[in-house]
């Protein structure tokens, strides 16, 4: 069945040729697999290869899907050591095809949803594991004043202010019936750590948003920036271990898989290669709280789907299975008393 898109063709292509040099031959769109939050498609002319990223249609929440945020993030981190797409050009006008969106370079590679890696060699999925936490480890060793990035979020109280955004979001759009998530955010509330650390924070880091490398031995480029901001490092750090605390049926997690035999690392392995070989600067409380960001996050995506925002046929249902699991690892961690 031939693809249609929402928004007019003509006028996409117009501003792509006015504002991206070099453009040859007829323009070509088609979808990706990605993005439950913002729609993203590939758009060739002859060899040249782009992504279009954009806004899903209809009524949106403030400050959600915050392509202009992706875009400028982009800018500022694409002369680093950070691997980022080339950013290419941004459009504010909504009239033009419904939605803001803008347009950068397309990056060779894969894209694995499964942290088991499928396919790969033992070798190439412990160098992808450990190139993930070299990225990481870049992204925050940067400066945000020296990349023009200061102004991407408040310098204090990071975990105090998500806890309240996201527990406040829960309460008042999420759909209800979620206890874990309940439990886990009063537990939160109660532990709310003194120290405060500083750097970018990516914000959603995962496989889903990296770029496995032609040669399967690194990740290439980092994708959807759109929760970045001005965080704790270790936010990060935890988002992407909860790999280590979900089952492959649950968004294709590792755990009760033998790591050992598939080359992984273990989240320990993981964690002393971001941090230098000291794995317990990282805490109880940074887990939870990522598991607790992942629950809410993937609440929020299924109530976008009740609202006929989903940008794809099993965003309902996967943000509710997913919602509940994040949840339910998290209380087990708390029960457990270690991260």
Not at 31 to 40: A, D, I
Not at 49 to 73: C, N, T, W, Y
Not at 198 to 203: C, E, K, P, T, Y
Not at 244 to 252: A, K
Request: negative net charge; charged residues 20%.
């Amino acid at each position: 069945m031939a693809f249609t898109p929402d928004f007019s063709l003509d006028a996409l292509e117009a501003f792509a040729r006015a504002h991206i040099a070099g453009l040859e031959g007829p323009m070509v769109l088609a979808p990706t697999s990605g993005g439950q939050s913002n729609p993203t498609f590939y758009l060739s002319f002859g060899d040249r290869r782009l992504v279009l990223r954009k806004q899903p249609p209809g009524e949106l929440a403030p400050s959600a899907h915050a392509v202009d945020r992706e875009f400028r993030i982009l800018q500022a981190l694409h002369a680093t050591a950070v691997p980022v797409p080339r950013p290419l050009a941004y459009c504010g006008d909504r009239e033009l095809i419904g939605t803001l969106f803008y347009i950068m370079e397309c990056v060779d590679g894969t894209i694995c949803y499964e942290a088991a890696l499928p396919d790969l060699l033992p070798e190439q999925r412990r160098s992808i594991f450990l190139s993930a936490a070299g990225a990481l480890r870049e992204l925050h060793a940067l400066d945000p004043a020296a990349v023009g990035l200061a102004d991407l979020g408040k310098a204090d109280g990071f975990y105090q202010r998500q806890v309240a955004r996201w527990g406040r979001f829960w309460h008042e759009h999420g759909l209800g019936d979620n206890p874990a998530l309940d439990a886990v955010l009063d537990w939160l509330e109660r532990n709310l750590p003194v120290h405060n650390q500083i750097a970018i924070s990516h914000g959603d880091f995962r496989f889903a948003n990296l770029m496995i490398a032609p040669n399967r031995q690194g990740i290439s480029a980092i994708f959807d920036w759109e929760l970045s901001t001005i965080g704790h490092p270790h936010f990060d750090v935890g988002y992407f271990c909860m790999v280590y605390h979900t089952t492959p049926e649950e968004n294709g997690g590792l755990l009760g898989l033998d790591l050992a035999a598939l080359g992984i690392p273990t989240r320990h392995e993981f964690l002393s290669a971001y941090f230098g070989g000291r794995p317990d600067a990282f805490t109880l409380f940074d887990q939870v709280f990522a598991l607790f960001r992942g629950s809410a996050g993937a609440e929020s995506v299924a109530a976008r789907a009740a609202m006929g925002q989903g940008t794809a046929e099993n965003s309902f249902a996967f943000g509710r299975q997913m919602g509940a699991s994040y949840a339910q690892r998290a209380v087990q961690l708390i029960s457990d008393g270690e991260a």
